[in-house]
């Protein structure tokens, strides 16, 4: 119901944008969130936004450098990843959740309600 695309090999300090539609549902209500993680390690929160009010969260981590948006009219969301260092290789994934984006960011991955089945992005040095 959620598909990532977008990833792909990119250099050190290039950017890649990612793309996450739904179907069979509509983001109304809903707070859509990235999530990475990297092989060996647990799934790390980046950016969160609601879809109704554009509250929007970051991680520490990618503050500054990563944007999160969302086309409700297309029914996709993005993220805008600039700026990308090779311990940024990892799975993203994109998902949807009925919680505050806040709350999304820190969330277990068994309280999320949809997930998407990810997309590999690698960064060379």
């Known amino acids: 119901q959620l598909v990532e695309s977008g990833g792909g090999l990119v250099q050190a300090g290039g950017s890649l944008r990612l793309s996450c539609a739904a179907s069979e549902f509509t983001f109304d209500d809903y707070s859509i969130g990235w999530f990475r993680q990297a092989p060996g390690k647990g799934r790390e929160g980046l950016s969160c936004m609601s879809s109704s009010d554009g509250t929007t969260t970051y991680a520490d981590s990618v503050k500054g450098r990563f944007t999160i948006s969302i086309d409700n009219a297309k029914n996709t969301a993005y993220l805008q990843m600039n700026s990308l260092k090779p311990e940024e290789t990892a799975v993203y994934y994109c998902?949807?959740?009925?919680?505050?984006?806040?709350?999304?960011?820190?969330?277990?991955?068994?309280?999320?309600?949809?997930w998407g089945q990810g997309t590999q992005v690698t960064v060379s040095s």
């Open positions: 998902a949807a959740s009925h919680v505050a984006p806040g709350t999304m960011l820190h969330s277990a991955i068994d309280a999320i309600g949809y």
